[in-house]
């Protein structure tokens, strides 16, 4: 068995929604224990899918502890500083008003312990609009990926909240990159993630390319959008009315493509480049279209593997799991929760089938407040007088029900 990389290392979650439970997921799964610390009314993925928790709870919360605090009491916040002393990180993305108004800005958690690493993912970092809120659209939104996707023409979201998912892997890299310097002083132990500048960083790459074209040919002119820019890279429809995904990226992926679809293609050197292909896009899409149309998914897939082409079908949701791919050792984790089993893909990491990472379920709201309050230094007696007086609550197992009835019972 493999000894986890954070093992020991406690890290503290103030978080809700996304981007946070999301870093604190990544730390969970590499050893770290994280204590998720909500408010009486829990993290609203709590209550999202019938008045229950969401996917996003489950799947990104299992694994973690439970902590019931309400930081707008004088004694909730005060409790909160005293778990934070034991803590060696911290991950939270409270809007920066809310973080002052609560107390829990870097300057107040350094005080209390000079060497926690503070993380605050917020929607822009240091600059004119620090105080701005953001959250994952309105990060696609001025960050120039919704001007490109489009329903209906009306620019939309992506569906995935990406922005928030790569800002708290961001965050990860952050928080890790401290603790590779345990002598740095508190002023080098904090981490700032802005969904903004996130943004900017994902999308580098096509605002470099406007650039460079506006430099070569003295106006902003942009490619294709998507995999569009490469005829040949994209979703076709099989003959049974199933779609297939290519990966035609290059010279070679084209002429393999052509020998295994047994296209007349193969010899045609008009369309031998992609420089050539690209000028005559709609030719070679509708070659390709044709091509795939003919045969069948699984004649297709078999033809274009024995040639070395990279394809796929495009999946539903339900089916993506069927793959053996998915089910080899360490791609996902059994977690039961309310009765039910659910695959969680896990982290990917080497080793995650046998690195002895716990399986917590997902907790229930305050499940492990006592344990945690109490490895913290808090006496049990004073624990109770916290409970008295509403600063932090213990669990409620029956706190919710689904409105839903389950298949077969």
Known sequence: MQHPPLAGKRVIELGTMLAAPFATHILSQLGAEVIKVEPPSGDPTRSLVRGGPSGTFIAYSHGKKSVCIDLGKPEGRATFLKLLASADAMVHNLAPKAARKLGVTRENCAAVNPNLIYCHIR???????????????????????????????????????????????????????????????????QVEIGLFETGLHVASRDLVGVQLKTKLLGRPEREPHGEFSMPGYGAYLTADERWIYLLILNDAHWLKFCEAMQLPQANDESLATLRQRKKAREQVEEIVKAAVAAHTLDDAEARLKAAGVGCTEVLPLERVLEAPQAHQPGKLRAVR????????????????????????????????????????????????????????AVAKPDSFAWAAVRAGT
Do not use: W
Request: glycine content about 12%.
């Open 337 to 392: 929760f309310r009765g039910m089993d659910f695959d969680v893909p896990e982290f990917p990491r080497l080793g995650a089938a046998n690195d002895g990472i716990e399986t917590l379920p997902p907790a229930v709201l305050g499940e492990h407040t006592l344990e945690v309050l109490q490895s913290a230094g808090i006496k049990p007696q004073d624990c109770e007088a916290l409970i008295s007086s509403g600063a932090v």
């Open 123 to 189: 929607g822009y970092a240091d600059g004119p609009q620090e105080d701005d809120l953001a959250s994952n659209p309105v990060a696609e939104a001025a960050t120039g990926v919704m001007e490109a996707n489009r329903v209906n023409g009306r620019p939309s979201r992506l569906g995935p909240s990406y922005h928030d998912q790569f800002a708290g892997a961001y965050a990860v890299i952050g928080i890790l990159a401290s603790m590779l310097q345990p002598k740095a002083g508190p002023g080098e132990r």
